[in-house]
């Protein structure tokens, strides 16, 4: 039973690897009120090569902190659930205790979340506990990603390496933004 339990949550993490990238893709694209309202328009993901549909009947944990960028990804599940038949759960917390859940859950192995945000200031920290693997792969599995259609050479240098360490991408670009001091 345990090694029926380990595979399951290895499928599980693989899927969830694999679906955050998709996940990702919707942070830049818009929401209109009469698609939140109805059945969300999802023909300009069909373009891409792939079966959006393979991991259908898949439930996805999310944590999230409250800053705009997340509720900015909050408004596009509807779409991504529609297109894919994976349900999302989107857990929300304050950016103080979203770090403490995450760092729990991830030092304890627990897997109650799917998808974490792993800022630039916890890249290091996660990789060297071994909370995280390559992205590349999933970016370079044609089941998984047409890579006509996401191009990661439309993300700047600059912001895939802040997400890699010793060439390897650990995780995706989200929200980064400059920071500006006045005198």
């Not at 944990?61 to 599940?77: D, G, I, M």
Request: proline share 8%.
């Amino acid at each position: 039973m345990f090694s029926q339990l380990m595979t399951d949550m290895g499928n599980r993490f693989c899927i969830c690897r694999a679906v955050l990238c998709v996940l990702l893709v919707w942070s830049s694209l818009p929401v209109s009120a009469t698609a939140a309202a109805s059945q969300p328009d999802v023909s300009p993901w069909q373009n891409a090569q792939i079966n959006w549909r393979q991991f259908s009947g898949t439930t996805l944990s999310v944590l999230a902190n409250t800053q705009p960028a997340f509720r900015a990804l909050e408004k596009k599940l509807p779409y991504f659930e529609q297109l894919t038949g994976i349900k999302v759960g989107f857990h929300v917390l304050p950016q103080a205790r979203m770090r403490e859940v995450r760092r729990v859950d991830l030092a304890a192995g627990a897997g109650i979340y799917d998808v974490v945000p792993i800022g630039i200031s916890y890249l290091g920290e996660a990789h060297r506990n071994g909370w995280l693997e390559p992205l590349q792969p999933y970016f370079d599995d044609p089941q998984l990603t047409d890579a006509c259609w996401y191009d990661l050479a439309d993300i700047t240098p600059g912001s895939l390496a802040l997400s890699s360490i010793d060439g390897e991408m650990l995780a995706l670009p989200f929200d980064f933004c400059p920071r500006v001091f006045l005198p």
